[in-house]
């Protein structure tokens, strides 16, 4: 089920897309302010975003800069300001798309499915760089300071996971998903925690003192460095 950050403070306007939305089959995520949709987008893992622009604590296009700086999220604004001067400047931020109010439903449903589709078919990440940690991603190759390291098929996974949600905590169950299939059922939360420290082991500079893979206490794990995606566009 695709992810969606929708950002909106008027409420009538906000429950309206939302149903919609979720009448669609996507899982949406509402909130009201830019505070909000950081929290989220830190805790959180959402494949397009909707923001409209004028928010009680700030705007739309600083927290698109905000979500562009940190993945490729593909991001549509939702907002009154029609004039050319706002739309360029929406789309010069990094924005992907601008519906202007009013609109259809059905035509804000369709462009954010042409987000996901691009999404899906133009781009794929060919490597993962984090300080002295890179992950070639077409080759599963993994390098700490140069030097080829060494992993197991669900470590890889389980760096690949960490590292391409940065900074956002990952519940264990959603680890176990993402890194399990149906022939590894015994893989459960203890065995995620010994494979933890195995990577750990690998990864971090002093395993006792982890800086890149951090425990959240209750909640999971978070890759705790930036990551810098290298992406390959197709055309």
């Known amino acids: 089920m695709d992810k969606i950050l929708f950002v909106e403070d008027d409420e009538s306007l906000g429950m309206a897309i939302e149903f919609s939305l979720k009448s669609e089959g996507f899982d949406v995520t509402r909130v009201t302010t830019v505070a909000e949709s950081k929290l989220q987008f830190q805790n959180e893992t959402f494949d397009v975003a909707i923001l409209d622009i004028g928010l009680p604590d700030g705007n739309g296009y600083d927290l698109c800069t905000y979500l562009k700086s940190r993945s490729n999220i593909p991001i549509i604004f939702l907002t009154a ?26 035509e804000l449903l369709s462009r954010v499915r042409v987000q996901l589709r691009k999404k899906s078919t133009t781009t794929s990440v060919t490597e993962l760089t984090s300080g002295n940690v890179k992950v070639e991603v077409e080759s599963a190759k993994v390098f700490k300071n140069g030097n080829l390291v060494s992993l197991t098929n669900l470590e890889y996974k389980l760096l690949l996971t960490l590292m391409s949600n940065a900074n956002k905590t990952i519940q264990r169950d959603e680890i176990l998903e993402k890194i399990t299939t149906d022939d590894e059922i015994f893989f459960d939360e203890n065995t995620l925690s010994v494979y933890i420290r195995r990577l750990r082991s690998k990864i971090e500079d002093d395993p006792k003192k982890p800086v890149c893979i951090v425990t959240q206490r209750g909640l999971g794990y978070r890759w705790d460095q930036d990551v810098m995606e290298t992406v390959r566009k197709h055309s």
Not at 82 to 89: F, G, H, I, L, P
């Open 81 to 106: 300001l029609d004039e050319e001067a706002n739309v360029v400047m929406g789309l010069e931020m990094g924005g992907d798309d601008y519906v202007t109010k009013p609109f259809r439903l059905q």
